[in-house]
């Protein structure tokens, strides 16, 4: 059995208006160009749940941090990693979810759609990934639902 490529792309911009559009549309492009999982497209809803990540992510960088972003898209076995650089060190705080809370629910969705979630501060700034499966269909059956 042949190993899937490994897939990788980086961006790096500046914080900004219409930062958060352009990565979703990077991260749209850069699906658009990889095989699925049985040599088909990545289905849809993988790609709106990415866009929709990258959107989140970024969209918290431009608000919390100055400098530059850098985006990182990596797959590897399935997973679709999305990793957001700034230059900010807090790390962000997942909020107890609240119907009445106006805003601030960009973290909650994002842990709704992925597979995973860490923050990590480095040396400068942080680290911001989540991981997401890009075949749903294998995911509900290796897990059983």
């Given at each position: 059995?042949?190993?899937?490529?490994?897939?990788?792309?980086?961006h790096a911009f500046e914080s900004g208006k219409g930062s958060a559009?352009?990565?979703?549309?990077?991260?749209?492009?850069?699906?658009?160009?990889?095989?699925?999982?049985?040599?088909?497209?990545?289905?849809?809803?993988?790609?709106?749940?990415?866009?929709?990540?990258?959107?989140?992510?970024?969209?918290?960088?431009?608000?919390?941090?100055?400098?530059?972003?850098?985006?990182?898209?990596?797959?590897?076995?399935?997973?679709?990693?999305?990793?957001v650089r700034d230059s900010e060190p807090s790390t962000p705080t997942?909020?107890?979810?609240?119907?009445?809370?106006?805003?601030?629910?960009?973290?909650?969705?994002?842990?709704?759609?992925?597979?995973?979630?860490?923050?990590?501060?480095?040396?400068?700034?942080?680290?911001?990934?989540?991981?997401?499966?890009?075949?749903?269909?294998?995911?509900?059956?290796?897990?059983?639902?």
């Amino acid at each position: 059995m042949q190993e899937a490529p490994i897939a990788r792309i980086t961006h790096a911009f500046e914080s900004g208006k219409g930062s958060a559009s352009h990565a979703r549309s990077i991260a749209a492009e850069f699906l658009g160009r990889l095989p699925g999982q049985r040599g088909t497209a990545v289905p849809r809803h993988v790609v709106e749940s990415t866009e929709l990540v990258v959107s989140e992510l970024v969209t918290n960088a431009c608000k919390y941090a100055p400098g530059p972003i850098v985006l990182e898209l990596h797959v590897e076995g399935g997973l679709l990693e999305v990793t957001v650089r700034d230059s900010e060190p807090s790390t962000p705080t997942v909020r107890t979810a609240d119907p009445d809370r106006i805003g601030q629910h960009g973290l909650e969705i994002v842990m709704a759609v992925a597979e995973s979630f860490e923050a990590r501060r480095e040396p400068i700034g942080k680290r911001v990934t989540a991981r997401i499966v890009l075949d749903g269909a294998d995911r509900a059956r290796t897990s059983g639902g």
